[in-house]
């Protein structure tokens, strides 16, 4: 009884400093009052004053570009690739398989730093287009890791059941091997939207001319001090990016793992 | 005889440099029920997918009505195969399922309903199409990927251990709507199996396998009746195996006695193998039988008894319907028929020593 009282008060606490800077974010975001440790009332002003800022807009408008195109974009790559490491021998599938993990756990700011250093080595200006190019890099091993699952409780014939029954080997990927890895392939691309929405380092590094993402504004008014409407913002990605992970979560629950 | 619709001529395949299959030569008749039998890892799986065209051969040739179709894709030969685990697609309901085939060939609406619900009729799955295949049973799982397969009307069809995952009852059952199957739409049926009783029950031909390396082919009776070696008499079935000498035509040693057979073409004094089936010998009074010996155990086996019998240092397994107590002094008989002779396998010490 005891036991179960103290368990209960010790996760609490943990939730208490997980969640706490979060609801305190998201409860200025809705004050009146501008100095900070002061309540002045309810309002969504904050939140007024976001869509009417162009820079916002801007930055919202490149950042759904960038998540939307890259997560699509590494999801094709990523999915082929997939299916490739999938059908090759125990060795190579192995060493590929660990070459895909490095990225994921590699940290961000390494990759952000090493791909600036590639683009401006091949004259590559940093803006939109490199910007995308980077996103679509760190996303790329995600979505080999969310469909390598489906592939894997896949039939292991099932390719060659479309093949018996006549299907040339591109009828046979189309009609039968994607639409049975289509759950792993859709949560692969909302990961990757969720990932790219969620980037602030490799993005900070990778970018220029004026293009900028969500996290990369807030960052720059942060350093300009700290305005509500950048906790009204930061409470806006916050709420995406959870409704995502909620999705996401629901989508692998029935058992499968994405990291195997 | 009907004609060969498919030959396969010294077929080989290696996988890291083990032969799976090692030289086989066969022929397989139209609207035959030919079984591949042999113990797990024999390669009998491997022969059947080079015939359906998802493995090449190292060496070797594959005809099919008299064309060499080696480099034939899967999808260009006239075969269809039902997979090891049935392999059905899980995103299509059952209909859909078996219309797969015929959507590739283009068959008209019409036509592809009425073929298919005769082949739900064929498989005793009517009212089925709208089924999602991850409800079904297993024997209905199956009975789908027989549809799917034989809607095409293919000249061949590939059989890999098709009822391995179903029960005993099940497993009786479907093995009987098989040959039914097969005789009704006139198919030739290329079925692989470990299963000596399944290969001998349902085939018109049965090809026993070992290492790669065809060891017999014939039909069910004169694979059970006349094994060709050691490793086919004691695969198909409970055998008696002695090692003898054929003295001259019609005259073979063992136990240390001499006795009629009906085998003949060994060299004189050739050392060979002699099996005798557990239900050819009679157990009679010690002084009526041709060898004597101990009872040793007995077992009931539900329609006979099983005993083993002691006699000069070899175990006899019996098969009969008399019982006798165990330690009981008995005589056993058989006659010249019940005597197969086989060569005297070269085994593989032997080869090396
Ligand atoms: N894809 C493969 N890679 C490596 N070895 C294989 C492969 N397929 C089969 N083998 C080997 O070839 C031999 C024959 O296998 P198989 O044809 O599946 O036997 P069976 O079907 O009679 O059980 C086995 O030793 C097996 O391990
Ligand atoms: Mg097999």
């Known amino acids: ?260 | 005889m009907s004609r060969k619709i498919i030959e396969l001529k010294n077929l080989t395949k290696s996988y890291n440099g083990t032969k799976a299959v090692d030289n086989i030569n066969l022929f397989i008749r139209e609207n035959e029920f030919i079984t591949l039998l042999g113990p797990s890892g024999c390669g009998k799986t491997t022969t059947l997918r080079m015939i359906g065209g998802f493995e090449n051969p190292d060496s070797g040739d594959i005809l099919f009505e008299g064309v060499r179709i080696n480099d034939l894709p899967p999808y260009k030969r006239n075969i269809n195969t039902i997979f090891q685990r049935y392999a059905l697609f899980t995103h299509m309901n059952v209909y859909e399922n078996i219309a797969f085939g015929l959507r590739i060939k283009k068959t008209p609406k019409d036509e592809m309903d009425r073929r298919i619900k005769k082949m739900l009729k064929l498989v005793e799955l009517e009212g089925f199409e709208k089924r999602h295949v991850d409800s079904l049973s297993g024997g209905q799982q199956q009975r789908v990927a027989i549809a799917r397969a034989l809607v095409n009307e293919p000249k061949v069809l590939l059989l890999d251990e098709p009822l391995a995952a179903l029960d005993l009852k099940l497993r009786k059952e479907m093995q009987i709507e098989l040959m039914d199957m097969q005789k009704n739409v006139g198919i030739t049926f290329i079925y692989v199996t470990h299963d000596q009783e399944e290969a001998l029950t349902m085939s018109d031909t049965v090809v026993v396998m070992n290492n790669g390396v065809i060891q017999q082919v014939g039909s069910p009776v004169d694979i059970y009746n006349e094994p060709k070696n050691r490793f086919v008499a004691d695969f198909i079935g409970e055998s008696n195996i002695l090692e003898g000498v054929m003295i001259e035509d019609y005259l073979v040693e063992f136990a240390g006695k001499k006795f009629k057979c009906v085998d003949k073409g060994f060299q004189h004094n050739e050392p060979v193998d002699v099996v005798i089936r557990p239900e050819d010998i009679d157990v009679t009074r010690r002084e009526d039988g041709l060898l004597e010996g101990v009872v040793t155990s007995v077992v009931f086996k539900g329609v006979h008894y099983e005993m083993l019998v002691e006699s000069n240092g070899f175990e006899y397994m019996i098969h009969s319907t008399d019982m006798q107590e165990v330690g009981s002094e008995v005589g056993l008989t058989f006659g010249p028929e019940d005597i197969h002779v086989m060569k005297r396998e070269v085994t593989e010490i032997e080869k090396q020593g």
Do not use: C
Request: proline residues 4%; charged residues 15%.
């Open chain 1, 1 to 260: 009884m005891v036991g179960r009282t103290i368990k209960r008060i010790y996760i609490g606490i943990i939730f208490l400093f997980l969640y706490a800077p979060i609801l305190v974010l998201i409860i200025y975001s809705f004050n009146e009052s501008k100095s900070r440790g002061h309540w002045g009332g309810f309002t969504l002003k904050w939140y007024g004053e976001l869509f009417r800022d162009p820079d916002i807009i801007k930055a919202l408008y490149y950042t759904f570009i960038v998540a939307l195109l890259s997560s699509l974009i590494s999801t094709v790559i990523g999915t082929f690739a997939a299916i490739g490491i999938h059908n090759m021998g125990l060795f190579g599938k192995k060493i590929v398989l660990n070459i895909n993990y490095l990225p994921v756990l590699n940290p961000d700011i390494v990759t952000g730093v090493a791909l600036m250093t590639l683009f401006v080595s091949v004259n590559m200006r940093l803006g939109f287009l490199t910007m995308l190019i980077s996103h679509v890099m760190f996303n790329i091993p995600y979505v080999i890791l969310s469909v390598l699952p489906k592939l894997r409780q896949m039939n292991r014939h099932m390719a060659e059941a479309a093949l018996d029954l006549g299907a040339t080997p591109f009828y046979a990927m189309r009609k039968v091997v994607i639409p049975e890895i289509m759950p792993g392939v859709v949560t692969g691309a909302l990961m990757a939207f969720t990932l790219s929405v969620d980037d602030f380092v490799i993005s900070f590094f990778n970018t220029g001319s004026g293009v900028t993402n969500l996290s990369i504004v807030i960052y720059s008014m942060a350093r300009r001090g700290i305005k509500p409407s950048i906790n009204a913002l930061s409470t806006i990605m916050l709420l995406t990016v959870a409704v995502l992970l909620l999705v996401i979560n629901k989508r692998t629950a029935k058992g499968d793992e994405l990291i195997p």
